[in-house]
């Protein structure tokens, strides 16, 4: 009995085997693989750029150091990605280039503007609390480069979802303006943050073949009825309110049922059309242009080094 490759790739990831570097893997895998996974780095790193913009007026020392190592984690997340994509044989400075012309997405949360220090708070507990949800689910990913780094990331990203949780409990238990501010933040962020997920499942083109191939194991409707689960003790337990008046525990099934998501919104954004896209590209386009002279002089160091060398 003869099987194709295809077939026999099938089976392996059917049997819960990992797909590493150097295995035979079809063409449309590696390349949705290389596709998620730089798109996933470049998440992280234009991640930075919405807290980064409080570091310098975080409320207290304590908050500063924290925020300050959240940032840096997520410098670290964007390195572990792309290395994990080269080993797909994908190029770093390709990658860097698509995400600088526009060519590459990355997460649309990022795309909004952080207007008050509540804001770190709602990032820490809802942005990364959806990351997670996503996250966890990809520890189990069938491409085991991919796989490992995930591990390491959500340990990181608990952490991070920790830190927002107490600056939003914070808030909500302080005076009657911090109160506010943690609901006028929660109000901002909490549609952004269920459009992560991504389009609904009869709308999302790469589901069925990633599912298949078990890059994904959960669906997008699947994470963000978990997320959104989840998340609704944890705003009830605070005192804060979730932005959606279709918001209701449906006992059936046992989970909430929720409103209608603003898909136009989520596709302009994706589209470059979001409050902060031009403004996030600026600042990813500086940052590799002032960067220019490093990696000239490292290219310069490393040959000079393999000279040597062969000498
Ligand atoms: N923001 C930007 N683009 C999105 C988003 C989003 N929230 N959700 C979906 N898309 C894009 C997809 O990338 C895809 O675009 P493409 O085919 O041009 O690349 C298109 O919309 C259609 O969506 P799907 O078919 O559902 O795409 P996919 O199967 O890749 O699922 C998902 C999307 C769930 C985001 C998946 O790629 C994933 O799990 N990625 C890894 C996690 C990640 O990137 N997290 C980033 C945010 S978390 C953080 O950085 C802290």
Not at 40 to 52: I, Q, T
Not at 69 to 76: I, P, R, T
Not at 118 to 125: E, L, N, P, Q
Request: aromatic share 10%.
């Amino acid at each position: 009995e003869t099987h194709s490759l295809e077939e026999r790739f099938q089976a392996y990831v059917d049997a819960e085997n990992k797909v590493e570097p150097k295995d035979w893997m079809p063409e449309k895998y590696r390349k949705t693989l290389i596709r998620q996974i730089s798109q996933h780095a470049h998440s992280e790193v234009v991640g930075m750029l919405p807290e980064a913009n409080w570091i310098t007026r975080a409320p207290s020392l304590r908050s500063k150091l924290i925020l300050l190592a959240k940032v840096q984690d997520e410098a670290g997340h964007g390195l572990y990605l792309y290395s994990a994509a080269e080993t797909l044989g994908a190029d770093r400075e390709d990658m860097i280039k698509d995400l600088l012309s526009g060519k590459a997405k990355y997460s649309s949360i990022f795309n909004y503007p952080t207007i008050s220090w509540a804001d770190m708070g709602a990032i820490g507990w809802l942005v990364d609390g959806a990351a997670i949800a996503n996250q966890v689910m990809l520890c189990r990913t069938s491409y085991g480069p991919y796989a490992r780094a995930m591990v390491r990331i959500c340990k990181e990203e608990s952490f991070h979802q920790r830190q927002g949780y107490e600056i939003m409990m914070q808030l909500a238990r302080g005076s009657e303006e911090q109160k506010a501010m943690a609901q006028d933040a929660l109000n901002r962020w909490w549609w952004p943050s269920i459009m992560m997920f991504g389009p609904r499942d009869e709308d999302s083109p790469n589901s069925a073949q990633s599912m298949k191939w078990k890059i994904k194991r959960k669906s997008n409707d699947e994470l963000r009825q978990e997320f959104i689960d989840k998340t609704v003790p944890q705003a009830e337990f605070i005192g804060l309110t979730i932005p959606d008046p279709d918001l209701k525990w449906n006992e059936e099934k046992g989970q909430y049922d929720y409103g209608e998501i603003n898909w136009e919104e989520f596709y302009q954004v994706i589209k470059g059309n979001g409050p902060c896209n031009a403004q996030r590209l600026a600042a990813r386009q500086k940052a590799y242009d002032d960067g220019k002279w490093i990696r000239e002089a490292a290219n310069a160091y490393a040959e000079k080094e393999s000279k040597r060398k062969a000498e």
